[in-house]
C-alpha cells in the first residue's frame, strides 16, 4: 500500500468524486458508512452513551454522518460542534443540518462553558480537525482537546487500577487522524486516541514512535478511493502487509535439496555472547537457508555444536574473540556484528574482511558500533548492505535528531550516500534505502526481548543466501520476524515470549502465509 501526503490524498479523493461521477457528499458517507460498520462490530452495547465532537471542516462533516448513521442504528449519540471559525465546509454545513433535522442532540461549542462534562460518557469520538491541519491548535479547539486528553487520562487510570475492566467500554476514538496530529512534522499537541480509524490509505505519521500516544492503536478502512487514481501518484513510501510478503516469497521447487537453497554464513560472538550468534544460526537455517556455518572464536565451537547440530562451525585463531576472518568456504550470504565485541583485534579483522568482501550482506550490533566509529569505513561495504541498528545503534550512527521525521530525514541521507538499506528496527521497523520507505506493519511488543535483533540478522541473512534481492530480504524477513509475535499472541504472553519463540514460530508463519488466498 501506498503511503500518501495529505495533498496527494485531496488529489485522490478529487479524481474518485471525478471519475467515479459521485458527490463529495457521497464519498464523506462511504468514509462514515465505513467507520460504523467498524464502530459497530466492536462496540456492541447501544446503551453507551456516546459524545462526538465534530469540527466545522469536512473532518467534522464526517463526525455528522457519523452521528446521524449510529442514531439510525439505535445507538445513544451526542454531538458537539467545535466552532474555532465561523465558516462551515459546504459538506459539513449540509449534514449538520441533516443531524438538526433528524432531531439528534447537538450542541455548538464556543467557549469553555459549552463544553460538556465529558466523564458522563463512554466513547468520545473526535472529528474536530482532519488531514489539513498546518498551524498549531489554538483557541476553543484546543480547550476541547484538553478535556477530551483529560478523559483519555482517566480511561488509563482507570484500567490500571481494575484488572480485567473492559476496555471497550470506554474509549477515544479518531476519525482518520487525531485532531491536532501533523501528517509531515513533529506533533506537540493532539488528541490521545486510544484507536484512530483511518481512511484507505496508511499515514506515516500514526506509525512513528512519537505519536503513539496520540494515535493509538490504528484501523486503515476501505472507503472505495478510486485504486487507479491512487496508482497514479507517485510516492516513495509504502506500508508492507501480508499479501505483499506473501506475493514476495520464493517458492521451494520439488527438486530442491542443500546445495540449490544457500549457504548463509554468520560471524560473531566473543566470551559470553556465543549465544547470540546461536540464536541468529539457528533463525537462519529455519528461515530456509540450505547451508549454515558459524564462525566464532575458539570459546564458542564447541557450545554451537552442542546446542545446535546442524550447524558447521569455523573456529577462529583467536581464544576468547575474534582475531581474524579467515575461511575457505563460498557462503552465498554473511550476517556479521553480533555479540563480537570492539577488542583491536576484532576490529581490525572486521576492517579487512569488510574491505575485500563483495557479496550479500548483514550487519549487526557490534558491527554497527565498530562502523559508528570509523564512519569512512561506511564507502568500502558492498552496494546493499544491509544495517540492523536498534534506536541507540542509529543514534550512534547518525547522530541525534530533533523528532522521528528528523530521523527519518538523515537516516535516508546516509543510505542514499552509500547505497545501503537501512531497518530502524521497532515498533512498525522502517526499512529505508536509497530510493524507498517501507513500513512494516507485523508485530507486537513481546519482540522487545533479549536476541530478539540477532535472530532477525540470521533470518535475513537466510533470505539473502536463498537469492533473494537485499530489499525483499529486508522486507520479508522483518515481517515474518514480527509475524512471529501476531500469531503466538493467544498462547504466549508477551512478557514471556523470548527470542527462541521467534525462531519456534517461523515454520507457522511460512504456512499461515501459504494459506492465504
Same mark, same amino acid.
Request: glycine share 8%; net charge neutral; with cysteine.
Given at each position: 500500500?501506498?503511503i500518501l501526503?495529505s495533498?496527494q490524498? *485531496?488529489?485522490? !479523493?478529487a479524481e474518485?468524486?471525478n471519475?467515479?461521477d459521485?458527490?463529495?457528499?457521497e464519498?464523506?458517507?462511504r468514509?462514515?458508512?465505513?467507520f460504523c460498520?467498524?464502530?459497530?462490530?466492536?462496540?456492541?452495547?447501544?446503551h453507551?452513551l456516546?459524545?462526538i465532537?465534530?469540527?466545522?471542516?469536512?473532518?467534522?462533516? #464526517?463526525?455528522?454522518v457519523?452521528?446521524?448513521?449510529?442514531?439510525k *442504528?439505535?445507538?445513544?449519540?451526542?454531538?458537539?460542534?467545535?466552532e474555532?471559525?465561523?465558516?462551515?465546509? #459546504?459538506d459539513?454545513a449540509?449534514?449538520?443540518?441533516?443531524?438538526?433535522?433528524?432531531?439528534i442532540?447537538?450542541?455548538?461549542? @464556543?467557549?469553555?462553558?459549552?463544553?460538556?462534562f465529558i466523564?458522563?460518557y !463512554?466513547?468520545?469520538?473526535?472529528? %474536530?480537525?482532519?488531514?489539513?491541519?498546518s *498551524?498549531e491548535?489554538?483557541?476553543i479547539?484546543?480547550d476541547v482537546?484538553?478535556v477530551?486528553n483529560?478523559?483519555?487520562?482517566?480511561?488509563?487510570g482507570?484500567y490500571?487500577? $481494575?484488572?480485567?475492566?473492559?476496555? +471497550?467500554h470506554k474509549s477515544?476514538?479518531? &476519525?482518520? %487522524?487525531?485532531?491536532?496530529l501533523?501528517?509531515?512534522k513533529?506533533?506537540d499537541f493532539?488528541?490521545? +486516541?486510544?484507536?484512530?480509524v483511518?481512511?484507505h490509505?496508511?499515514k506515516?505519521?500514526?506509525?512513528?514512535?512519537?505519536?503513539?500516544?496520540?494515535a493509538g492503536?490504528?484501523? &486503515?478502512? !476501505?472507503?472505495?478511493?478510486?485504486?487507479q487514481?491512487?496508482?497514479?501518484?507517485?510516492?516513495n513510501?509504502?506500508?508492507?502487509?501480508?499479501?505483499?510478503?506473501?506475493?514476495?516469497?520464493k517458492?521451494l521447487?520439488k527438486? +530442491? $535439496?542443500?546445495?540449490t537453497e544457500?549457504?548463509?554464513l554468520?560471524?560473531?560472538?566473543?566470551?559470553?555472547?556465543i549465544?547470540? %550468534?546461536?540464536?541468529?544460526?539457528?533463525?537462519a537455517l529455519?528461515?530456509?537457508?540450505?547451508?549454515i556455518?558459524?564462525?566464532v572464536?575458539?570459546?564458542g565451537?564447541?557450545i554451537?555444536?552442542? @546446542?545446535?547440530p546442524?550447524?558447521?562451525v569455523?573456529?577462529?585463531?583467536?581464544d576468547?574473540?575474534?582475531?581474524?576472518?579467515?575461511?575457505?568456504?563460498t557462503?552465498d550470504a554473511?550476517?556479521?556484528?553480533?555479540?563480537m565485541?570492539? $577488542?583491536?583485534?576484532?576490529?581490525t579483522a572486521?576492517?579487512?574482511?569488510?574491505?575485500?568482501?563483495?557479496?550479500?550482506? %548483514?550487519?549487526?550490533?557490534?558491527?554497527?558500533?565498530?562502523l559508528?566509529?570509523? @564512519?569512512?569505513?561506511?564507502?568500502?561495504?558492498?552496494?546493499?548492505?544491509?544495517?540492523?541498528?536498534?534506536?541507540?545503534?542509529l543514534?550512534?550512527l547518525?547522530?541525534?535528531w530533533?523528532d522521528?521525521?528528523?530521523?527519518?530525514k538523515k537516516?535516508?541521507?546516509?543510505?542514499?550516500?552509500?547505497?545501503?538499506?537501512?531497518?530502524i528496527k521497532g +515498533?512498525?521497523?522502517?526499512?529505508?534505502?536509497?530510493q524507498?520507505?517501507?513500513?512494516?506493519?507485523?508485530?507486537?511488543a513481546?519482540?522487545?526481548?533479549?536476541?530478539?535483533?540477532?535472530?532477525l540478522?540470521?533470518m535475513?541473512?537466510?533470505l539473502?543466501?536463498q537469492g533473494?534481492?537485499?530489499?525483499?530480504?529486508?522486507?520479508?524477513?522483518?515481517?515474518?520476524?514480527?509475524?512471529?509475535?501476531d500469531?503466538?499472541?493467544?498462547?504466549?504472553h508477551?512478557?514471556?515470549?523470548?527470542a527462541?519463540d521467534? &525462531?519456534?514460530?517461523?515454520?507457522?508463519?511460512y &504456512?499461515?502465509?501459504?494459506?492465504?488466498?
Open positions: 500500500m501506498k501526503s495533498e490524498i *485531496r488529489i485522490v !479523493d474518485t468524486i471519475r467515479e459521485i458527490s463529495s457528499l464519498l464523506m458517507k468514509a462514515a458508512t465505513a460498520d467498524w464502530f459497530t462490530k466492536k462496540y456492541t452495547n447501544k453507551s456516546i459524545v465532537f465534530s469540527g466545522v471542516g469536512n473532518n467534522g462533516g #464526517d463526525g455528522l457519523i452521528a446521524r448513521i449510529l442514531h *442504528r439505535g445507538y445513544n449519540v451526542e454531538v458537539f460542534i467545535v474555532y471559525k465561523d465558516s462551515y465546509s #459546504d459539513c449540509h449534514n449538520l443540518r441533516r443531524v438538526k433535522k433528524e432531531k442532540h447537538c450542541k455548538k461549542i @464556543q467557549d469553555k462553558l459549552d463544553i460538556p466523564e458522563k !463512554d466513547i468520545v469520538i473526535d472529528g %474536530v480537525f482532519g488531514l489539513g491541519l *498551524r491548535v489554538k483557541g479547539a484546543a482537546i484538553e477530551i483529560d478523559f483519555s487520562s482517566l480511561i488509563a482507570y490500571k487500577a $481494575h484488572a480485567g475492566y473492559s476496555k +471497550a477515544v476514538i479518531s &476519525i482518520d %487522524v487525531p485532531s491536532g501533523f501528517l509531515d513533529k506533533t493532539a488528541v490521545k +486516541a486510544n484507536e484512530t483511518s481512511f490509505t496508511p506515516l505519521a500514526l506509525y512513528l514512535p512519537e505519536n503513539y500516544l496520540f492503536n490504528v484501523t &486503515i478502512l !476501505d472507503i472505495g478511493l478510486n485504486e487514481a491512487i496508482s497514479e501518484i507517485e510516492s513510501l509504502f506500508f508492507t502487509e501480508r499479501n505483499d510478503i506473501k506475493a514476495s516469497i517458492p521447487l527438486f +530442491a $535439496h542443500k546445495g544457500g549457504h548463509a554468520i560471524i560473531g560472538g566473543s566470551i559470553g555472547k549465544g547470540s %550468534v546461536s540464536l541468529a544460526t539457528k533463525a529455519k528461515m530456509g537457508c540450505g547451508l556455518t558459524a564462525y572464536p575458539k570459546c565451537v564447541n554451537i555444536q552442542s @546446542q545446535f546442524e550447524a558447521m569455523i573456529e577462529d585463531k583467536g576468547k574473540h575474534i582475531s581474524e576472518i579467515n575461511f575457505e568456504i557462503p554473511i550476517g556479521i556484528g553480533i555479540g565485541g570492539q $577488542h583491536e583485534e576484532t576490529i572486521f576492517y579487512q574482511f569488510t574491505k575485500n568482501y563483495k557479496g550479500p550482506m %548483514v550487519i549487526d550490533a557490534d558491527g554497527l558500533n565498530v559508528s566509529k570509523h @564512519q569512512e569505513w561506511l564507502s568500502i561495504i558492498p552496494p546493499k548492505t544491509i544495517l540492523t541498528p536498534h534506536p541507540k545503534e543514534m550512534r547518525i547522530g541525534n530533533r522521528d521525521f528528523d530521523k527519518i537516516t535516508v541521507e546516509i543510505a542514499q550516500r552509500f547505497d545501503l538499506i537501512i531497518i +515498533a512498525y521497523s522502517l526499512i529505508i534505502d536509497s524507498n520507505i517501507y513500513v512494516n506493519s507485523s508485530g507486537t513481546a519482540l522487545a526481548t533479549a536476541g530478539s535483533g540477532d535472530v540478522t540470521g535475513i541473512t537466510s539473502l543466501a533473494y534481492d537485499s530489499m525483499d530480504a529486508a522486507r520479508v524477513g522483518t515481517y515474518i520476524h514480527g509475524m512471529t509475535a500469531i503466538t499472541s493467544q498462547y504466549i508477551p512478557r514471556t515470549f523470548i527462541s521467534i &525462531i519456534d514460530n517461523i515454520g507457522k508463519c &504456512i499461515n502465509l501459504d494459506s492465504l488466498f
